[in-house]
């Protein structure tokens, strides 16, 4: 069984700009959670998605948007790069809305210069 | 809010030795705990999770965590770690309000380094 995805692995981008990641969630899985890992600042839970709906959001501004799609693959946005928003981002899928087990992506590598 | 502390931030070993990673967390409703793994450059890796049930969960790898309601505590163990366990590891904590809605959210301790030595 293929697991959670995300494209790219890595992104070079610079300040202001903006920048699009995207995430598979693992097959039969409707949920999609993002989290970002900044050195110093840990794992932090940026949005969560299930059967195409934002369900929850963490304390990040509103340049950091997504999407779920039909397929239940999401895509992150994040406008207006800064540099602090370089960080490991990480994708994760459920089976249960919420409760159920996350399993992660490798994650996509952000770097604003 | 909830929130999880591993006391923790780094904890040298060598090979064949017992190893316990500690970990606290807050919450006065039903909580599911997790403990993950990352490898250098890595995502998170499953390691195991406590539901319900038995307190003693067991996990990949020879791991293994015991849920303790008293002490809100969630600690890993490993009776014999192999140079292959240096990795990072966090503890996670998924919560659900007093009406049984989940939030969705995984809240995660600040991770622990563990480091085996040959």
């Known amino acids: 069984e293929a697991g959670v995805t995300q494209s790219p692995t890595h992104l070079i981008k610079t300040r202001g700009q903006q920048a699009t990641l995207r995430c598979s969630p693992i097959?039969?899985?409707?949920?999609v959670y993002w989290y970002q890992q900044a050195l110093g600042l840990g794992l932090q839970f940026l949005l969560w998605y299930d059967e195409g709906e934002e369900r929850n959001r963490g304390n990040f501004p509103p340049r950091f948007s997504g999407r779920q799609f039909p397929n239940y693959s999401s895509e992150l946005n994040v406008n207006a790069l800064e540099l602090e928003d370089s960080a490991l981002y990480l994708c994760a899928s459920s089976l249960a809305s919420g409760l159920g087990t996350q399993y992660f992506g490798p994650g996509t590598r952000l770097l604003v210069l | 809010a909830q929130s999880v502390t591993q006391l923790d931030s780094q904890v040298p070993v060598f090979e064949e030795a017992p190893v316990e990673l500690r970990c606290n967390y807050s919450?006065?409703?039903?909580?599911?705990l997790f403990w993950y793994v990352q490898y250098p450059n890595q995502g998170l890796q499953l390691l195991l999770k406590y539901l319900s049930g038995s307190t003693l969960v067991k996990g990949i790898n020879g791991f293994e965590a015991e849920f303790n309601k008293s002490q809100t505590s969630f600690h890993l163990r490993k009776p014999s770690v192999h140079i292959s366990d240096t990795a990072e590891y966090f503890c996670?904590?998924?919560?659900?309000?007093?009406?049984?809605?989940?939030?969705?959210?995984?809240?995660f301790g600040q991770g622990t380094i563990l480091t085996v030595h040959p």
């Open positions: 996670a904590v998924s919560q659900a309000n007093a009406g049984g809605t989940s939030y969705g959210k995984l809240t």
């Open positions: 919450s006065s409703v039903s909580v599911y």
């Open positions: 097959s039969g899985h409707t949920s």
